[in-house]
């Protein structure tokens, strides 16, 4: 027998011992499950690279978020899939109070006041170009690009948005959408800004749901440089200063050294976005047989936690529920 004074594996012998030990729990408290909406009713189309996820019809959506509700989701993020003849250059479409997505949002309110909606603030489902900024000249515009993120965000607050989720990543567009919402009186409106915003390859699901791909180009002029960490801290910086309630990373998995990094020098709400790509990765493998789907679902949900962040946007959130029950 060795003389060893510590033997942490006293603390692993059984499992009521490791849930006193544990360090970090996921629990549906933590997420945010992102949901898509389509024109029309009675529709439901699943998205071929997102095995149970689906596009809902604004009728059927209201069902979809019941049944999340009664499962202990509260939080929802929408992103609308808007048909080709309602886009153009400027996204009017994204600040039409009589649109789609406003329309949908005052009756989800409606129906379930206590569901939490956070929405998505960017031109690129609007746009002709499939850009998140104005383009012109072949060129994303920034400063341009506020004044109709702001009319975007004034009309989802008024449709009864909780949570305003910019996802655009110009520059200054945290300030300027706080001022324009304290401005006409929506100062309980919340800010989760896309703080560090990569421009990454594991969208390419979610652009399809959307159909929002750039027509021309890449995002890399204004999404970050996936090579830099350091450069979240100046982005994180400047959206805390401009009135940010919650710091995003997106995306999640492969960024966890970014999650820790704000969450160690910020003080705010570190939230996270377990992508499409991340997701599709998961459901190819476990259809093939290569890796228990569920076991690593739950771990890649709790190596975001554990990095920091408190809030996860994730396409696991309902089947994690469901799991959990």
Same mark, same amino acid.
């Given at each position: ?120 603030? !960017?031109?690129?489902?609007?746009? *002709? @170009?499939?850009? +998140? /900024?104005? #383009? ?6 920034? =400063? $341009? ?15 009864? !948005?909780?949570?305003?989720?910019? *996802? @655009?990543?110009? +520059? /200054?567009? #945290? ?6 919402? =304290? $401005? ?142």
């Amino acid at each position: 027998m060795y003389n060893l004074p510590q033997r942490p594996r006293r603390n692993r012998k059984s499992q009521a011992i490791r849930n006193l030990t544990q360090e970090n729990w996921v629990t549906t408290n933590d997420l945010i499950f992102p949901l898509f909406l389509t024109e029309g009713k009675n529709k439901k189309s699943e998205i071929a690279s997102m095995p149970n996820i689906y596009r809902y019809s604004g009728d059927l959506l209201l069902k979809e978020i019941e049944s999340c509700l009664k499962l202990g989701l509260t939080t929802f993020c929408l992103f609308p899939s808007i048909s080709n003849v309602l886009k153009d250059k400027k996204a009017s479409e994204g600040f039409n109070k009589k649109g789609l997505y406003p329309s949908a949002i005052k009756e989800i309110k409606k129906q379930f006041p206590e569901a939490v909606i956070m929405t998505d603030v !960017a031109m690129d489902p609007y746009s *002709s @170009d499939g850009h +998140d /900024g104005l #383009v012109k000249n072949n060129k994303i515009v920034n =400063d $341009e690009t506020l004044d109709i993120l702001c009319k975007m965000a004034l009309t989802q607050a008024e449709a009864g !948005a909780d949570i305003i989720g910019p *996802s @655009d990543m110009m +520059d /200054g567009r #945290v300030g300027a959408i706080r001022d324009a919402l =304290d $401005e006409n009186n929506f100062t309980d409106v919340s800010i989760m800004s896309y703080t560090a915003k990569y421009a990454s390859a594991f969208y390419g699901p979610f652009r399809d749901a959307l159909d929002s791909a750039p027509k021309f180009g890449d995002k890399k002029t204004y999404q970050m440089n996936p090579a830099n960490s350091k450069e979240a801290l100046l982005e994180a910086d400047l959206d805390a200063s401009e009135g940010a309630d919650f710091l995003m990373v997106k995306p999640a998995l492969s960024y966890l050294d970014v999650i820790k990094l704000l969450n160690d020098n910020f003080t705010l709400p570190i939230a996270a976005y377990n992508v499409s790509g991340e997701y599709a990765m998961v459901k190819a493998a476990s259809a093939k047989g290569w890796i228990d789907g569920e076991r690593v679902r739950d771990e890649i949900l709790l190596s975001i936690k554990r990095a920091g962040a408190s809030a996860i946007l994730t396409y696991f959130a309902k089947e994690f529920a469901v799991s959990k029950k």
